[in-house]
């Protein structure tokens, strides 16, 4: 599978932003599909996780409550709702995409990437 993430831009702090993630190569709902990201410096950090199936979802808890994972099978798609968007929220961020429900937070455990894009938020 191919995964493609768009939609990042430089925004104003409290603003909102969707990011998304749109696949080829094969069916996205038969993937776990995890958002991360990496600001200059330093690691690449779990963000947001959606389960096979959309049984789940899962959010670091620095973004629980302010951002939200959805998927639209339909567009091959898995979206990341962004609002009340903060500076620290300013990083690369990555889709990825992986077979199994296991460790979703974890990034080594996805066998499929997309190129980043930058959401830069200023204060």
């Known amino acids: 599978v191919q995964l493609q993430a768009s939609g990042g831009g430089l925004m104003q702090a409290g603003n909102s932003l969707r990011l998304s993630c749109v696949a080829s190569?094969?069916?996205?709902?038969?993937?776990?599909v995890g958002w991360f990201r990496q600001a200059p410096g330093k690691e690449r950090d779990f963000v947001a996780a959606v389960r096979r199936s959309s049984m789940g979802k899962y959010y670091a808890d620095s973004v629980k409550g302010r951002f939200t994972i959805s998927r639209d099978n339909a567009k091959n798609t898995v979206y990341l709702q962004m609002n009340s968007l903060k500076p620290e929220d300013t990083a690369v961020y990555y889709c990825?995409?992986?077979?199994?429900?296991?460790?979703?937070?974890?990034?080594?455990?996805?066998?499929?990437w997309g190129q980043g894009t930058q959401v830069t938020v200023s204060s």
């Open positions: 190569g094969s069916t996205l709902s038969g993937y776990a």
């Open positions: 990825a995409a992986r077979l199994t429900n296991e460790n979703l937070e974890r990034p080594n455990g996805y066998n499929y």
